[in-house]
């Protein structure tokens, strides 16, 4: 199932996307819609014990990890203040991160059927967003930020990106339209380039 106006920011870590859910949000609302912008890990509790395992201050097996990002993804979602609430007051959802995060990273280091099976009751938004980059150019950006987490190092993030291309030739047939946008342009023209395929599908 594609919830329509739900929109969707995906790339390797550095790759930009939390400053394109900024950009794009703002230029949204400049252009008069109504968005809500949100991110995976969410901001909630569940999300908080992500980024504990993320920083490495707390430890979990991979595969309770795949567990962790559906249940933020389900509160997300379905939970109060989420993706569908939104979307039922007629404005437009644009989330940094969604399902595909979980299909490129928690296929890496475990049982790779898990992320498949326990992320697809999940809806499908009607475009994904990649932000195309090579792994040694966002990791040279990321080590400019400070504290790296765990999945921030090379061969990581090279097995990440190549799953990415995976996963998004999977869901080509699915209804979601997939845009692969260069990264290594300026934020701001990486934000047009976005808003110009958007704009189309606000009808
Ligand atoms: P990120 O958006 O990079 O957070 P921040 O920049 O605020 O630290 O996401 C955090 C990390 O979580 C990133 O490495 C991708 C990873 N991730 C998964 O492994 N699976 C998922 O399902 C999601 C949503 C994120």
């Known amino acids: 199932m594609t919830l329509r106006r739900f929109f969707v920011l995906e790339g390797i870590d550095g790759s930009g996307t939390t400053t394109q859910l900024s950009l794009v949000g703002k230029k949204l609302i400049q252009l008069g819609h109504s968005v809500q912008t949100s991110c995976e890990p969410t901001q909630g509790p569940v999300g908080a014990l992500i ?32 993706i569908r609430e939104c979307l039922a007051k007629g404005m437009i959802a644009l989330s940094d991160r969604y399902l595909f995060s979980s299909l490129a990273y928690q296929t890496i280091s475990e049982d790779p059927a898990l992320p498949f099976s326990i992320n697809a009751p999940f809806p499908l938004p009607e475009a994904l967003f990649f932000l195309d980059i090579d792994p040694d150019i966002s990791l040279d950006r990321i080590r400019g930020r400070g504290e790296l987490e765990v ?26 339209k997939i845009y692969s946008i260069d990264a290594r342009m300026e934020p701001e023209a990486i934000a047009n380039e976005i808003i110009d395929k958007l704009i189309p599908l606000l009808g």
């Open 151 to 176: 999945f921030e190092n090379r061969p990581f993030q090279m097995e990440v990106a190549r799953r990415y291309r995976c996963v998004l030739g999977l869901f080509g047939e699915t209804g979601t």
């Open 51 to 82: 980024r504990q395992v993320l920083s490495g201050k707390a430890r979990l097996g991979q595969n309770a990890l795949a567990h962790l990002f559906a249940a933020d993804r389900e509160e997300h979602v379905n939970g109060s203040g989420g």
